[in-house]
């Protein structure tokens, strides 16, 4: 049976995701009247961030939505992978939007242009930290109830947003007490660069879940001790476990008394794997009973 994180924290995440959509709506209508004003291309940094914010809203919305589907015969790991790929897809955005910025900034050095109505900015960016801030917040408050990669990826974002919006506040006000309008652009190529940090570091968590990664090893050990608390299992060998949205998936193998039937052995892998899921909640768990003290081809053995 599929243990799937409680239908509480599904609902927090979708509600989350579906307050990112409306939240990015508004910010990037927000900030391109603001840069229309300006012409800051720092604030363009902050336009090109939120036009990512509002791609990676709605895929995020379509990703939870199609993760939350239960496993049908395509797909008997269910959909959870979907969370994943739509950070993935943020990644490739803010990337996209780090290239176009800095393209941007690199043209406003050789051609300068002063900006204007600079107070009107400063009132948008003030307004844009302070949701961000309030966004930021619940989408903590949802991912301490529950794994989400997509919420995750969506959180990490804001933070991004967070920094951009401080810079943007420090570039326009510096700017407006100097006079220096090349300080706007450079600021901005610094902004372009943090945000192709940010998408790698995006992709990463993406790909982690795409190629299976073995969860941490505390987690792994946690499993094992579980597994070994019973007192009439002799050893454990092959653990693999992964996850895919907001589900975890653990294989191992169960070395037992080579005298018991299969009837007892298999009794005892109920209690194991109810063990496991009792410790992981989110987590679908299969065994291979062996008899123990055996020889045999072991991927433990293989990988060294």
Not at 121 to 136: C, D, E, F, Q
Request: aromatic letters at 4%.
């Amino acid at each position: 049976m599929v243990r799937t994180a409680p239908r509480k924290t599904r609902v927090l995440a979708l509600a989350a995701s579906y307050a990112g959509l409306c939240l990015a709506v508004v910010m990037f209508i927000a900030k391109t009247a603001a840069w229309l004003l300006t012409g800051s291309v720092a604030l363009l940094a902050a336009v090109a961030d939120a036009g990512v914010d509002l791609a990676g809203a709605l895929a995020t919305v379509l990703a939870i939505l199609y993760a939350r589907r239960p496993p049908d015969r395509s797909h008997r790991f269910g959909h959870g992978k979907a969370e994943s790929l739509a950070a993935l897809l943020q990644a490739v955005f803010l990337a996209g939007a780090a290239a176009t910025l800095i393209g941007e900034a690199v043209q406003r050095l050789l051609v300068p242009r002063p900006l204007t109505e600079i107070d009107a900015g400063l009132a948008v960016i003030v307004a844009s930290l302070a949701l961000t801030v309030a966004m930021a917040g619940f989408e903590t408050y949802v991912l301490r109830r529950g794994a989400s990669p997509a919420i995750a990826a969506s959180r990490a974002h804001h933070g991004v947003d967070l920094v951009i919006g401080l810079t943007v506040l420090a570039a326009l006000g510096l700017t407006r007490l100097t006079g220096w309008q090349d300080l706007d652009a450079v600021i901005a190529i610094g902004l372009a660069l943090f945000i192709l940090v940010n998408a790698a570091w995006v992709a990463r968590a993406g790909f982690a879940v795409v190629l299976d990664r073995e969860l941490p090893t505390a987690d792994r050990r946690r499993i094992a001790k579980v597994v070994m608390d019973h007192a009439q299992v002799r050893g454990l060998h092959d653990l693999r476990t992964r996850s895919a949205g907001d589900r975890v998936f653990v294989e191992f193998h169960l070395e037992l008394d080579p005298d018991l039937s299969v009837a007892d052995g298999h009794a005892i892998a109920d209690q194991v794997e109810q063990a496991v899921r009792a410790a992981f909640p989110a987590a679908e768990v299969l065994s291979h009973q062996e008899p123990a003290g055996i020889a045999d081809d072991r991927l433990d053995l293989r990988l060294g």
